[in-house]
């Protein structure tokens, strides 16, 4: 058996807390009586701050790829919390929106997720995100090198 190196196995730490934040979000939608997923908030939250959007700058606001932002707006579309309105200029590419269906929706769910927030955040200083920030960032760069 080969032994390991000093490298840290933090990557079972990351998912463990992504799994965790995840259940909790959804427990939470749930108690409110909405089907919604992590990753579909996260578009919506972009939207409200950012309306009219094409699928291409979502991907990119979320650290999510084309094909996926894609499926999650069809979602959204079939809920009725998004729609699609084609650019002027190219009748191919769409800005997304939230409906106002959505952003009632936004708007009764953004409290509860502001105490998600907080609760994650719970026992740590600004310092504290800051360099988490910081290393969770790096830790990005070194594998985006590759």
């Not at 933090?10 to 992590?38: C, P, S, W």
């Not at 578009?43 to 701050?49: E, Q, S």
């Not at 079939?78 to 997304?96: G, L, M, Q, V």
Request: proline share 2%; glycine share 4%.
């Amino acid at each position: 058996m080969q032994k390991e190196s000093n490298a840290k196995k933090f990557g079972a730490y990351i998912d463990r807390t992504m799994k965790i934040i995840r259940h909790n979000y959804l427990q939470k939608f749930k108690e409110l009586g909405v089907d919604l997923t992590t990753e579909q908030w996260v578009i919506m939250d972009i939207l409200y701050g950012q309306a009219g959007l094409s699928q291409q700058d979502l991907a990119t606001t979320s650290f999510k790829n084309a094909p996926t932002v894609s499926r999650i707006i069809d979602l959204l579309c079939k809920k009725k919390i998004t729609e699609r309105k084609p650019f002027a200029n190219d009748r191919r590419k769409h800005k997304i929106f939230l409906t106002e269906t959505g952003i009632a929706l936004y708007q009764k769910l953004q409290p509860s997720v502001v105490e998600l927030r907080k609760q994650g955040w719970q026992n740590l200083e600004e310092k504290d995100y800051t360099e988490f920030v910081r290393i969770i960032g790096q830790i990005y760069a070194n594998y985006e090198e590759q």
